[in-house]
């Protein structure tokens, strides 16, 4: 039975109509305005975090060579560049951002059902930010503690950040769980109570069930994220000891004692690992739907790409301690975790293939959305197998410290989810702004990064299998590590600068585009879903004019045989398609 | 329609039947606050359920000393957090009088219930707040045992998410003198009746799990497998 909640789906609402500069701008509750809000702060506060991964690259390039990074420093760097790509990156453009923009418009709905506090959830958004980059500006400096911020090191003198930098970063933490729930709880209900007439759950493109049960996944696994950082505040401000064991530091007993740190890492994790899919649900839907529209073909098993999003959402909550095989574990649980991450691949692997085989015999268009996404489609099954490696405990062992995991995270979790964000910015740019993004110079960023990323990360899977450590601020003489592993190292930082760069040409290709971009139209991939089908582009406040669209079809009728056009949109009835035979016939 | 024959429709097949299913008027109006308000909820039963596991898993620590059992324990005369509880215990019934007297327009017995819960809330606030003041008197700081961090801890938590409702019930006052009586002034209140029995519950589950002995945790944890 469809259930649609009538003020949002049939009535024009009024109420939160911008009448100025700063209610149409600043204190928008317009879901498109924030979209856009979210996305310029996450790719801002992005920026910053790709700047320090240049100042980590190039001490490990280049060791010693520049004086305004030390050890502390260094650490410092790795940690917030981590956490900012995460967090405030990932997390926050693909679900604030493209979720905010996306949800309304492919449900076919005005706005979120609740405008004010979508409102709300952006501003404790970039406030969360803004305590987060003040940490920079405090004594001590920003949390040097690594992007896991593991007790008891995490808030003990020796450790960059100890002191502010640390509460800081806790304080913005749970004010970024609170913006989220926000937002996320806007999101499900939107998805589940404004769908128009017709939209039932399973013709939503897949897009909108990644964006649906990683919010979801993000609503049930945040908190445990809240949970170990108010817990953890409370042992660095009230010396409780939650997870502080008893400790000699620098000379002196400390307060604490009988902490455990090992339940701050399951906490952390257990909210970690799905934060993972938090972040690859919504790149796996909306890279589905750009393969399916840039290869003029239905996505391959669409019901299966449903239930693998289903699976992998649920068995998301049952791996977290593969992140912790170093930490020492009873081998049953080891056996356990291994056993449930080498599951997870069952589902993903399906996802993989059903993409493999929507391309296959496609109607490919090379265009820059398909590009990213093909990239990202190497880039993940690369990145996903090195996971598979580093499931199984034995293996795990001797490489967690290395550089192979940091290849394998970045691939998976950073590469990949990035590839597809483009794509979906190169595939989107044209609705949100009414131009394309230059061609030339997409493809100048395209070619730069995917093979600019694979110049960093494959050499680190192989400095990783000679034992270079990662965390380190210098190697120093270290007997098992040839030389020519510096070389690699100044290589990868020389790619790492150059693909820097490269993301610098992408923004100057967004401000060129929004002033001199070639128009685009309403439809310029002839799409099917229902974003393309407003009746204006960019689309105005409310998004449909006076009647919402109805929905007659699924998300993906391209090519479908005897039709004129190679697309039916979700809201063209079966009685106005126009066939190949009338059109035949009209021209005899 | 069901979460399984939802999840197995063939959505690429636009039979008479599924066109027809859709025309038909099963639209339901919804208040949506409602279906979010269940996604809160469950957001909430999942960050008590995470510090109940942390609070177990501490429990088993050869430093943590419950706060009942014996004599000398603090809590094991608890008869200040039952006072507490039967004012909160009220607060939940007034505020279902409201409900039920703004469906029927009582407007002075919604007036009268609602006031009361307002401060039958507030007085559970400082009650709490008092049963603190007790403790610290006593000399059982929030960073002298485990037990003692966890209390302060969660029943701070738990006074928060009161605090929460009442500025959400703010709002109830505000549409009810703004607009009088309309469905959204009891759609919010049924809402915030929602909340407030689901704020009890969670407050009898923690004064269970605050005020056992050390045998009942063992026990818990052994059950759980800790």
Same mark, same amino acid.
């Given at each position: 039975?469809?259930?649609?909640?009538?003020?949002?789906?049939?009535?024009?609402?009024?109420?939160?109509?911008?009448?100025?500069?700063?209610?149409? #701008?600043?204190?928008?509750?317009?879901?498109?305005?924030?979209?856009?809000?979210?996305?310029?702060? /996450?790719?801002?506060?992005?920026?910053?975090?790709?700047? @320090?991964?240049?100042?980590?690259?190039?001490?490990?390039?280049?060791?010693?060579?520049?004086?305004?990074?030390?050890?502390?420093?260094?650490?410092?760097?790795?940690?917030?560049?981590? %956490?900012?790509?995460?967090? #405030?990156?990932?997390?926050?453009?693909?679900?604030?951002?493209?979720?905010?923009?996306?949800?309304?418009?492919?449900?076919?709905?005005?706005?979120?059902?609740?405008?004010?506090?979508?409102?709300?959830?952006?501003?404790?958004?970039?406030?969360?930010?803004?305590?987060?980059?003040?940490?920079?500006?405090?004594?001590?400096?920003?949390?040097?503690?690594?992007?896991?911020?593991?007790?008891?090191?995490?808030?003990?003198?020796?450790?960059?950040?100890?002191?502010?930098?640390?509460?800081?970063?806790?304080?913005?933490?749970?004010?970024?769980?609170?913006?989220?729930?926000?937002?996320?709880?806007?999101?499900?209900?939107?998805?589940?109570?404004?769908?128009?007439?017709?939209?039932?759950?399973?013709?939503?493109?897949?897009?909108?069930?990644?964006?649906?049960?990683?919010?979801?996944?993000?609503?049930?696994?945040?908190?445990?994220?809240?949970?170990?950082?108010?817990?953890?505040?409370?042992?660095? @401000?009230?010396?409780?000891?939650?997870? $502080?064991?008893?400790?000699?530091?620098?000379?002196?007993?400390?307060?604490?004692?009988?902490?455990?740190?090992?339940?701050?890492?399951?906490?952390?994790?257990?909210?970690?690992?799905?934060?993972?899919?938090?972040?690859?649900?919504?790149?796996?839907?909306?890279?589905?739907?750009?393969?399916?529209?840039?290869?003029?073909?239905?996505?391959?098993? #669409?019901? %299966?790409?449903?239930?693998?999003?289903?699976?992998?959402?649920?068995?998301?909550?049952?791996?977290?301690?593969?992140?912790?095989?170093?930490?020492?574990?009873?081998?049953?649980?080891?056996?356990?975790?291994?056993?449930?991450?080498?599951?997870?691949?069952?589902?993903? /692997?399906?996802?993989?293939?059903?993409?493999?085989?929507?391309?296959?015999?496609?109607?490919?268009?090379?265009?820059?959305?398909?590009?990213?996404?093909?990239?990202?489609?190497?880039?993940?099954?690369?990145?996903? @197998?090195?996971?598979?490696? @580093?499931?199984?405990?034995?293996?795990?062992?001797?490489?967690?410290?290395?550089?192979?995991?940091?290849?394998?995270?970045?691939?998976? $979790?950073?590469?990949?989810?990035?590839?597809?964000?483009?794509?979906?910015?190169?595939?989107?740019?044209?609705?949100?702004?009414?131009?394309?993004?230059?061609?030339?110079?997409?493809?100048?960023?395209?070619?730069?990064?995917?093979?600019?990323?694979?110049?960093?990360?494959?050499?680190?899977?192989?400095?990783?299998?000679?034992?270079?450590?990662?965390?380190?601020?210098?190697?120093?003489?270290?007997?098992?590590?040839?030389?020519?592993?510096?070389?690699?190292?100044?290589?990868?930082?020389?790619?790492?600068?150059?693909?820097?760069?490269?993301?610098?040409?992408?923004?100057?290709?967004?401000?060129?585009?929004?002033?001199?971009?070639?128009?685009?139209?309403?439809?310029?991939?002839?799409?099917?879903?229902?974003?393309?089908?407003?009746?204006?582009?960019?689309?105005?406040?409310?998004?449909?004019?006076?009647?919402?669209?109805?929905?007659?079809?699924?998300?993906?009728?391209?090519?479908?045989?005897?039709?004129?056009?190679?697309?039916?949109?979700?809201?063209?009835?079966?009685?106005?398609?126009?066939?190949?035979?009338?059109?035949?016939?009209?021209?005899? | 329609?069901?979460?399984?024959?939802?999840?197995?429709?063939?959505?690429?097949?636009?039979?008479?039947?599924?066109?027809?299913?859709?025309?038909?008027?099963?639209?339901?109006?919804?208040?949506?606050?409602?279906?979010?308000?269940?996604?809160?909820?469950?957001?909430?039963?999942?960050?008590?359920?995470?510090?109940?596991?942390?609070?177990?898993?501490?429990?088993?620590?050869?430093?943590?000393?419950?706060?009942?059992?014996?004599?000398?324990?603090?809590?094991?005369?608890?008869?200040?957090?039952?006072?507490?509880?039967?004012?909160?215990?009220?607060?939940?019934?007034?505020?279902?009088?409201?409900?039920?007297?703004?469906?029927?327009?009582?407007?002075?017995?919604?007036?009268?219930?609602?006031?009361?819960?307002?401060?039958?809330?507030?007085?559970?606030?400082?009650?709490?707040?008092?049963?603190?003041?007790?403790?610290?008197?006593?000399?059982?700081?929030?960073?002298?045992?485990?037990?003692?961090?966890?209390?302060?801890?969660?029943?701070?938590?738990?006074?928060?998410?009161?605090?929460?409702?009442?500025?959400?019930?703010?709002?109830?006052?505000?549409?009810?003198?703004?607009?009088?009586?309309?469905?959204?002034?009891?759609?919010?209140?049924?809402?915030?009746?929602?909340?407030?029995?689901?704020?009890?519950?969670?407050?009898?589950?923690?004064?269970?799990?605050?005020?056992?002995?050390?045998?009942?945790?063992?026990?818990?944890?052994?059950?759980?497998?800790?």
């Amino acid at each position: 039975m469809q259930k649609t909640h009538i003020a949002i789906a049939d009535q024009i609402d009024t109420s939160h109509h911008p009448t100025s500069f700063m209610s149409k #701008y600043i204190w928008s509750q317009d879901h498109k305005v924030i979209a856009i809000q979210y996305a310029i702060t /996450a790719i801002g506060v992005g920026l910053v975090a790709l700047f @320090l991964s240049a100042m980590m690259r190039l001490q490990l390039g280049f060791p010693d060579q520049f004086s305004f990074i030390d050890p502390s420093s260094y650490l410092q760097f790795v940690t917030m560049h981590g %956490m900012i790509m995460v967090i #405030y990156l990932l997390t926050a453009l693909l679900l604030g951002g493209f979720g905010n923009y996306l949800i309304p418009l492919m449900i076919g709905a005005r706005d979120m059902v609740f405008p004010y506090l979508n409102m709300l959830s952006y501003w404790t958004y970039l406030l969360a930010v803004i305590v987060l980059l003040a940490s920079f500006f405090v004594t001590g400096g920003p949390s040097g503690a690594g992007w896991t911020l593991y007790p008891p090191q995490a808030i003990l003198p020796g450790t960059p950040g100890e002191g502010n930098g640390i509460i800081l970063m806790l304080i913005s933490l749970a004010i970024f769980i609170v913006a989220f729930t926000m937002g996320g709880l806007n999101y499900v209900t939107t998805i589940l109570q404004a769908r128009a007439k017709g939209m039932t759950l399973m013709r939503m493109p897949l897009t909108i069930w990644g964006i649906f049960v990683a919010t979801i996944l993000g609503l049930l696994a945040f908190p445990a994220l809240l949970v170990s950082a108010i817990m953890m505040l409370f042992d660095k @401000l009230l010396a409780t000891s939650f997870f $502080m064991p008893a400790i000699l530091s620098l000379g002196e007993n400390l307060e604490h004692s009988g902490g455990s740190p090992i339940l701050f890492q399951h906490l952390f994790w257990f909210f970690g690992h799905p934060e993972v899919y938090i972040v690859a649900l919504p790149a796996f839907g909306m890279v589905s739907d750009v393969i399916a529209t840039h290869a003029r073909k239905n996505i391959f098993g #669409y019901r %299966m790409m449903v239930w693998a999003i289903v699976a992998i959402g649920a068995l998301s909550f049952v791996v977290w301690a593969h992140h912790m095989y170093v930490s020492g574990m009873n081998p049953y649980f080891g056996f356990f975790f291994a056993t449930t991450t080498l599951i997870i691949a069952v589902p993903t /692997a399906i996802k993989v293939y059903n993409w493999l085989l929507t391309l296959w015999r496609g109607n490919i268009h090379l265009t820059l959305p398909m590009l990213f996404s093909i990239g990202f489609i190497f880039t993940f099954t690369h990145g996903g @197998l090195t996971g598979l490696m @580093l499931g199984n405990v034995v293996v795990d062992l001797p490489l967690s410290d290395t550089y192979f995991v940091v290849a394998h995270f970045h691939m998976v $979790m950073g590469v990949s989810p990035v590839m597809v964000l483009y794509a979906a910015i190169y595939h989107w740019f044209p609705k949100v702004t009414g131009r394309f993004l230059h061609t030339g110079l997409g493809q100048f960023h395209f070619w730069g990064t995917f093979l600019g990323t694979y110049a960093i990360y494959l050499p680190m899977h192989y400095l990783g299998f000679l034992g270079v450590p990662r965390r380190y601020f210098a190697m120093g003489d270290t007997d098992f590590i040839p030389a020519s592993a510096q070389t690699l190292n100044a290589s990868i930082t020389v790619s790492a600068i150059i693909v820097g760069i490269i993301q610098l040409v992408f923004i100057a290709n967004v401000i060129f585009s929004l002033i001199k971009g070639k128009k685009s139209g309403p439809n310029p991939w002839h799409a099917t879903t229902l974003e393309w089908q407003t009746s204006q582009t960019p689309p105005v406040h409310g998004n449909w004019g006076e009647n919402l669209p109805e929905v007659y079809r699924w998300a993906y009728d391209y090519s479908v045989p005897g039709v004129k056009d190679d697309f039916i949109p979700q809201n063209i009835a079966d009685a106005d398609v126009i066939k190949m035979d009338k059109v035949t016939k009209g021209e005899s | 329609m069901g979460i399984f024959s939802t999840l197995t429709e063939k959505s690429w097949i636009n039979s008479e039947q599924t066109s027809n299913q859709i025309k038909v008027s099963q639209i339901h109006t919804i208040w949506p606050a409602k279906t979010a308000l269940k996604f809160f909820l469950a957001v909430v039963s999942v960050f008590f359920m995470l510090f109940t596991i942390t609070f177990l898993s501490r429990s088993q620590s050869i430093d943590f000393q419950a706060l009942s059992g014996e004599p000398w324990l603090p809590l094991s005369d608890a008869s200040q957090l039952w006072w507490n509880s039967l004012i909160l215990l009220f607060a939940s019934i007034c505020m279902h009088f409201a409900v039920q007297s703004c469906k029927k327009q009582q407007w002075n017995i919604f007036i009268l219930s609602l006031s009361s819960s307002c401060l039958m809330t507030m007085a559970f606030i400082f009650s709490q707040v008092y049963v603190w003041q007790l403790l610290t008197q006593k000399g059982f700081f929030i960073y002298s045992n485990p037990a003692n961090s966890f209390f302060y801890l969660l029943t701070g938590i738990h006074l928060l998410h009161l605090a929460g409702g009442m500025f959400a019930l703010t709002r109830v006052y505000v549409i009810y003198w703004r607009h009088g009586h309309t469905l959204a002034l009891l759609a919010n209140l049924r809402l915030c009746a929602i909340y407030w029995h689901y704020l009890f519950i969670i407050w009898l589950y923690l004064f269970f799990l605050l005020t056992a002995d050390s045998t009942t945790y063992k026990t818990i944890a052994l059950f759980c497998g800790f």
